[in-house]
């Protein structure tokens, strides 16, 4: 029986590489992120339909998408940049 002592964040310093497995997280904690963002599009244009075309202008849309796409791939970076 291991007797060691469990420290999170740890399964991936152990390996000292990425797995499989840890870029699906990665992956899938961006999509989880993207679909947040469809959701809060698609409320505010449900319950405010005149405010829509203020709050989700072109600029804020970019913006997001930028983010998005910038966090994605610090996390790929991360995972990859382990040997």
């Keep these: ?3 060691s002592t469990f420290v999170y964040g740890s399964e991936l310093q ?3 590489y990425a ?3 840890d870029l699906i997280v990665g992956y899938m904690t961006i999509i989880c992120v993207m679909n947040f ?3 809060l599009n698609r409320f505010v ?3 405010l339909p005149l405010h829509y075309q203020r709050i989700f ?3 804020l849309c970019i913006f997001v998408a930028v983010m ?3 966090q ?3 996390v790929i970076t991360l995972y990859l940049s382990r040997p």
């Design 1 to 3: 029986m291991n007797n």
């Design 14 to 16: 152990g390996r000292g």
């Design 19 to 21: 797995t499989n497995t």
């Design 37 to 39: 963002i469809i959701a």
């Design 45 to 47: 244009a449900v319950w």
């Design 57 to 59: 202008n072109k600029k």
């Design 68 to 70: 998005v796409a910038c």
């Design 72 to 74: 994605g791939l610090s």
